[in-house]
């Protein structure tokens, strides 16, 4: 049989050029990445291909990040794939957005499992097609015993929406003399929330240049370091993430206090 540490072995040489994170402090590493991964259809427009296209393109460019964030050693890696309001789209771009996941998590379990990837998910998960959501409940318990890493899917994913759910959830709790009101504090509320078991965001990832959240981790995202790239999602690169990773590692994070020199 072969052992858990000379399959992850293998996988870190099969897909990592040597030095490649080398320029990286393993010390100083995000514990938590979030991707608002944007741009498909603008990849798909220049090339006058359809926006679907682009969305497939762009599930390439997911398979990359994930390998990455897994070589290098980040825990917790979110990916904004699917908001509340992405429903509005045409019913064709969210029935190919649909199938899309099921046929990308099909394909993805052995990788997942093999290198010790917890997937989870976030989000109105029962929105989303039945067969989406069996595989993705099949691919969740394929991986719930891995340590590696996990990978979170936003999906159909909303922060006021998560932020609404939980004040529900804590009046219940009060009312049923649960909880007391005089407890109800952030860290309580962050408990509430569904990223209640990781830590906040230390980095979150915007490609395709726009400047604004999209309603992605409203809560979570109070001290995270924000990095927006023009980058469209399916371009999105290995090299170009370390560098991003860099420019993080240089950044002085101050949480509203005062460093003396
Ligand atoms: C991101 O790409 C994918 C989803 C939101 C599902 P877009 O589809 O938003 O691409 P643009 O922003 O139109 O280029
Ligand atoms: C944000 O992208 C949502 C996801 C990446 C899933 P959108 O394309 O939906 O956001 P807006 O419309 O540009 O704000
Ligand atoms: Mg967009």
Same mark, same amino acid.
């Given at each position: ?18 030095? +490649?994170?080398? *320029? =990286?402090?393993?010390?100083? @590493?995000? %514990? ?5 991964? /944007?741009? #498909?259809? !603008? ?52 029935? +190919?957005?649909? *199938? =899309?996941?099921?046929?990308? @998590?099909? %394909? ?5 499992? /093999?290198? #010790?990837? !917890? ?143």
């Amino acid at each position: 049989m072969v052992s858990t540490k000379r399959k992850r072995k293998k996988f870190l040489n099969s897909n990592t050029p040597s030095e +490649a994170y080398n *320029v =990286l402090d393993c010390n100083k @590493l995000p %514990s938590h990445v979030a991707i608002i991964m /944007d741009g #498909n259809g !603008r990849w798909a427009k220049q090339r006058k291909l359809s926006r679907i296209e682009g969305h497939h393109k762009g599930a390439e460019a997911v398979r990359t990040v994930v390998r990455t964030s897994r070589e290098i050693g980040i825990p917790f890696l979110t990916l904004y794939a699917f908001s509340t309001e992405n429903w509005e789209r045409p019913e064709k771009e969210v029935t +190919a957005l649909m *199938v =899309l996941l099921k046929h990308f @998590l099909r %394909s993805e379990q052995k990788e997942m499992v /093999d290198n #010790n990837i !917890r997937l989870d998910a976030i989000g109105q998960i029962d929105r989303l097609p039945e067969d989406a959501r069996e595989e993705l409940h099949h691919t969740m318990m394929l991986t719930q015993k891995n340590t590696g890493m996990v990978l979170s899917l936003a999906l159909s994913y909303g922060g006021r929406a998560e932020i609404t759910k939980a004040v529900r959830e804590i009046v219940d709790d009060v009312i049923n003399q649960k909880i007391d009101a005089d407890t109800i504090s952030p860290e309580l509320i962050s408990g509430y929330l569904y990223t209640q078991k990781m830590p906040d965001p230390d980095l979150v990832i915007r490609t395709s240049g726009e400047m604004r959240i999209s309603n992605f981790l409203l809560w979570q995202i109070a001290y995270s370091e924000i990095y927006i790239t023009d980058t469209l999602w399916p371009d999105f690169s290995k090299d170009e993430f370390v560098d991003i990773l860099k420019n993080y590692q240089l950044r002085e994070r101050r949480f509203g206090r005062v460093f003396f020199q």
